[in-house]
């Protein structure tokens, strides 16, 4: 767990670069039979959804962090993946997504990590839930995933990383911003907030992303301290084909990792 301050992650949103990040998309499908949605209260005013496929409440359960331009209500076709392999998902929307209310930023998606957290802790432990909790983040989401594990890994039994980008020199290059000044304090106080994670961590990257390149998932994965790591390039795969081109290595490998630190 880091003691360093929390970054600033809004110069990022006050630069004007944060605004090329993200791609909201409205949905209020009903979920599906034996799933439920839930809203978390962020800010005075404004709630964010989330989605909770439950299996059983002793099994393992994943505070999912979706992609950027998905919603929660995608993932009805994936949980019944997760659920062949013993595990409860939760997915959360951000700001502006699915049910979501409120405008996204970058700021937003890393804060609003933490009462999502809190309600999901809360909302299995109402349920009776006793099984190992564990945080899992993919593409966009690797930023809130990394935040809780970072600052609240208490009550987490590990983190997976699935074509993120944990690089956050790389995405402001990318973007347009030449990090100087505050934004460089920010990119250190960030690479000193990966390098604190003490929760075991297992990276999932395709070989073939287009748009993440899998340089930036062996960097993520060498920036990381702790000794509990593993990393998994799936052959053949990109950004978005990842779970298809690898599904029995992609879900193999999460479900051993899960076991193993259950």
Do not use: C
Request: no cysteine; glycine share 12%; proline share 7%.
């Amino acid at each position: 767990m880091t003691d360093d301050p929390a970054p600033d992650y809004g110069l990022i949103d006050r630069a004007g670069i944060g605004r090329s990040v993200f791609y909201p998309r409205p949905d209020f499908s009903p979920p599906p039979p034996g799933a439920s949605d839930h809203r978390i209260e962020v800010e005075a005013g404004v709630a964010i959804a989330g989605r909770f496929y439950p299996l059983g409440a002793s099994l393992p359960s994943l505070l999912y962090f979706h992609g950027n331009g998905e919603v929660a209500s995608d993932y009805d076709g994936i949980a019944p993946v997760f659920r062949q392999f013993g595990m409860n998902l939760f997915v959360a929307d951000y700001r502006g997504y699915g049910a979501s209310g409120g405008t996204p930023s970058f700021a937003a998606l890393v804060s609003d990590a933490h009462p999502v957290l809190d309600s999901f802790h809360d909302l299995l432990d109402e349920g009776g839930f006793t099984g190992p909790r564990f945080l899992m983040g993919r593409s966009l989401g690797a930023h809130p995933a990394i935040e809780l594990a970072a600052r609240r890994p208490e009550r987490m039994n590990g983190l997976v990383i699935e074509s993120g980008a944990g690089n956050l020199r790389r995405l402001m290059r990318y973007l347009g911003g030449e990090p100087d000044g505050p934004t460089a304090e920010l990119i250190d106080l960030h690479s000193r907030k990966i390098a604190a994670i003490s929760l075991p961590v297992l990276v999932i990257h395709g070989a073939e992303d287009e748009l993440i390149a899998v340089e930036q998932a062996i960097e993520f994965h060498a920036a990381l301290s702790v000794a509990d790591k593993e990393l998994v390039i799936i052959r053949g795969a990109g950004h978005n084909d990842i779970m298809w081109v690898g599904l029995r290595q992609y879900f193999e490998s999460i479900a051993a990792f899960v076991k193993r630190h259950g």
